[in-house]
């Protein structure tokens, strides 16, 4: 069992940046693939990125590919999002998630979920 919050959305400017956090409990963090989803309202959850278990791998969705970096500190049981350049169409609510695959970008894949982070990005 993994119980994972995400912390570190808010109201930006586009243009700005934000570092979102996901801490992990339990001692097997490190067991997980870890990535990160969002959700703008009346979509579909969408990938965004994932890491593999020792951050020796990473993959990014192509609309966000150059603009975030996916990292994680398997010592802090947390996996981070560091976001910039951000657009208003990067407006979401910000999932993160712990799977066992890899790669894999489909919700479904993955097994445990935060409760989310709300990301607002203003024009």
């Known amino acids: 069992q993994v119980q994972l919050v995400e912390s570190g959305g808010g109201l930006v400017q586009a243009g700005g940046s934000l570092r979102l956090s996901c801490a992990a409990s339990g001692r097997t963090f490190s067991s997980y693939v870890m990535a990160w989803f969002r959700q703008a309202p009346g979509k579909e959850r969408e990938f965004v990125a994932t890491?593999?278990?020792?951050?020796?791998?990473?993959y990014y969705a192509d609309s966000v590919k150059g603009r975030v970096t996916i990292s994680r500190d398997n010592a802090k049981n947390t996996v981070y999002l560091q976001m910039n350049s951000l657009k208003p169409e990067d407006t979401a609510v910000y999932y993160c998630?712990?799977?066992?695959?890899?790669?894999?970008?489909?919700?479904?894949?993955?097994?445990?979920w935060g409760q989310g982070t709300q990301v607002t990005v203003s024009s």
């Open positions: 890491i593999s278990w020792w951050q020796e791998n990473t």
């Open positions: 998630a712990a799977g066992s695959r890899w790669v894999a970008r489909s919700p479904q894949e993955y097994t445990y």
